[in-house]
C-alpha cells in the first residue's frame, strides 16, 4: 500500500512538473550569459545555464568558455570536432536546462 501511494504522489509530481511551461528567451538574452560567473548557451533550441560545469567539464573549461552566451549546438554534437558526448553528460546537460529558444 505504502509503494502506491509514493509512486502516486511521485507522478502526481512528476505530472505538476512537466506541465508548467518553459520559459522563452532570445539569443540576444543569452548572449549576456557570456562569463565564467554566468555561463549560458543554446543547444537543439534548448537553453542551458552551464556556470556549475566549468570547473568540472570532463574537455576543460576552454570548450564551454567558448560558448558561453552563444548557440553551441554544433559545437556541443561534435565536442569541437572531437567526437559525440556521451549519453551521460547529455543527461547531465539536460539537468541545467533553464528554458527554450524564442524564436
Not at 501511494?5 to 532570445?26: D, H
Not at 538574452?29 to 543547444?43: L, T, Y
Not at 558561453?68 to 556521451?86: L, M, N, P, W, Y
Amino acid at each position: 500500500m505504502n509503494k502506491i501511494i509514493a509512486l502516486s504522489v511521485f507522478f502526481a509530481a512528476s505530472s505538476a512538473f512537466a506541465a508548467e511551461p518553459q520559459k522563452a528567451y532570445t539569443l540576444e538574452e543569452v548572449a549576456k550569459h557570456n562569463q565564467r560567473a554566468d555561463c549560458w548557451f543554446v543547444v537543439n533550441d534548448k537553453v542551458y545555464d552551464v556556470t556549475k560545469v566549468i570547473p568540472n567539464h570532463g574537455g576543460g573549461e576552454k570548450p564551454i568558455l567558448n560558448n558561453c552566451g552563444k548557440e553551441a549546438t554544433k559545437a556541443f554534437e561534435t565536442q569541437g570536432g572531437h567526437g559525440k558526448h556521451s549519453a551521460k553528460a547529455r543527461g547531465f546537460l539536460d539537468g541545467t536546462q533553464v528554458g527554450i529558444l524564442k524564436k
